[in-house]
């Protein structure tokens, strides 16, 4: 990437920047050389740098050994600036360090080869050389810019050497007079390599505030507070960019949402799943939707989260998210509902580790429906707590609501028996006094009532039957 950026601002400045003007060394220059090298020139302006070189290559021929130091070196500047045009680099490169080694050209040129060569290794992936010919016009030429140092900084980060290109694109960055973005990405990428989190979070936290609407400086910005367990910092910085409207893409608000829950706000983050939900950005995905329900359930919204956890377990694998769907309604006291969730649970599998306490509290479920005198509910009731009581981690307390249970069948029972034996007496007692007052009246001479004679009747049939057992 870093070489696609620079290659076509490097032609033309190889072009334009060290191509020499025929009438600024027409006074140096042999006269027939400096009139070739005008045609050639003329040439290059026209961008017909083919047929610039077939003219210079003429030239090289004809005049052969009879040119001078200066001549030969000026020709093969120009050459190499038209196989620039070409991008013929290695014969740009060849001409350039023939060009310098003759030594004939002024000294502002002949570093100002020296940086073409610089730029041109960089082109060609020759890192090394490219770093050697930029360090050697550096020391020779004060005027450096930003993009100088860009690309040796570039150069150095090719060949791994990260503390040395960190120090360029730092200079790079000082020197630029608008921030430059390639600048700071690289420098990001280098501080990244290097391992440097507080420099590089400080560089991040500069970068939003330049390219606020850039969503992949706000991600990594907080990823790096969460790195350093600045998770309040971390959260701002997502929570300001899903606020500018930058995030729409569901794994981070999912993420900010567990945010919203770990600063004690459950109920925004599952306010926020919602919307997103509904407005598509997050899927309802057994994993969304478990998530969802558990921040309504922290909220104590459980009856919110009942029909998430209700979606949410049709679609699981196991039973363990019908399992929290009973406990929200137990939460709720719908017995009724919970029992059934539990046997969901139950029934689905793959509970593991809750399965015994899907048991107990299956029976919990049953018994809260128990009406008074309602043995069946209680049997059923104590059949859930009859399996619970193979399991280690719930046997005692299985065995304490199975002890409850048969305690409440045998007061039960012993209240009735005594409310039987208590209404048998006073029946007794209602008949005693009623043959009574039937043989009142039957003394007095009264006509007695059919009732009355059918109780006198049963009671001298009961005597002489008593009598005879006797």
């Excluded at 020499?20 to 040439?43: G, K, R």
């Excluded at 610039?52 to 052969?64: D, F, P, S, V, W």
């Excluded at 360029?168 to 390639?182: C, D, K, V, Y």
């Excluded at 304490?400 to 007496?425: C, F, H, P």
Aim: include cysteine; hydrophobic fraction near 40%; glycine fraction near 4%.
């Amino acid at each position: 990437m870093l070489r696609t950026a620079l290659h076509w601002p490097l032609l033309a400045l190889l072009v334009f920047g060290a191509a020499i003007a025929p009438h600024a060394q027409a006074d140096t220059l042999t006269p027939a050389v400096a009139n070739d090298l005008l045609e050639a020139y003329e040439l290059l302006e026209e961008e017909k740098s083919a047929e610039a070189i077939t003219a210079l290559n003429r030239l090289m021929e004809r005049r052969g050994e009879r040119m001078s130091d200066f001549d030969r070196a000026s020709v093969l500047q120009i050459r190499g600036s038209a196989y620039v045009n070409e991008e013929n680099f290695d014969a740009a490169l060849d001409d350039f360090e023939v060009a310098i080694r003759l030594g004939a050209l002024p000294e502002e040129q002949q570093n100002r080869l020296r940086f073409n060569m610089a730029q041109l290794y960089f082109v060609t992936e020759q890192y090394e050389k490219s770093i050697e010919f930029f360090e050697e016009w550096m020391a020779l030429d004060p005027d450096i810019d930003a993009n100088t140092y860009f690309m040796l900084a570039g150069a150095n980060y090719q060949i791994q050497r990260y503390q040395e290109s960190l120090d360029a694109i730092s200079q790079a960055i000082e020197l630029a007079e608008e921030p430059e973005r390639r600048y700071y990405e690289l420098k990001n990428v280098l501080l990244s390599e290097l391992e440097m989190v507080p420099e590089r979070t400080e560089l991040l936290a500069e970068m939003v505030t330049i390219w606020p609407d850039e969503l992949q400086f706000w991600r990594q910005l907080s990823s790096l507070y969460l790195q350093q367990n600045e998770e309040l910092k971390s959260f701002s910085a997502l929570e300001s960019a899903y606020l500018a409207g930058l995030i729409e893409d569901g794994s981070d608000i999912l993420v900010l949402a567990q945010f919203y829950s770990s600063f004690n706000n459950p109920y925004r983050g599952a306010r926020l799943i919602e919307r997103e939900m509904e407005a598509g950005r997050v899927e309802r995905t057994v994993e969304n939707l478990e998530l969802l329900s558990q921040l309504w359930s922290q909220s104590r919204e459980h009856r919110e989260a009942i029909p998430v956890l209700s979606e949410a377990a049709a679609k699981s694998d196991t039973g363990n998210l019908f399992f929290r769907l009973g406990q929200a309604y137990l939460a709720t006291e719908d017995n009724e509902a919970a029992a059934e969730a539990f046997e969901d649970a139950l029934d689905k599998g793959g509970l593991e580790d809750n399965q015994a306490e899907a048991w107990i509290l299956l029976g919990n479920a049953r018994f809260n429906q128990a009406e008074p005198g309602d043995r069946e509910q209680r049997r059923l009731a104590d059949q859930a707590f009859a399996e619970a009581e193979r399991f280690a981690s719930t046997r005692a307390q299985a065995r304490d609501w199975r002890g409850y249970i048969r305690a409440i069948n045998e007061t039960e029972s012993r209240q009735a028996s005594l409310e039987q034996e208590q209404s048998e007496r006073l029946e007794a007692a209602a008949e005693e006094r009623f043959l009574t007052g039937c043989r009142a009246q039957q003394l007095a001479g009264t006509t007695l009532s059919e009732e009355c004679e059918a109780a006198l009747e049963a009671a001298r049939e009961a005597e002489e039957a008593e009598f005879e057992d006797r």
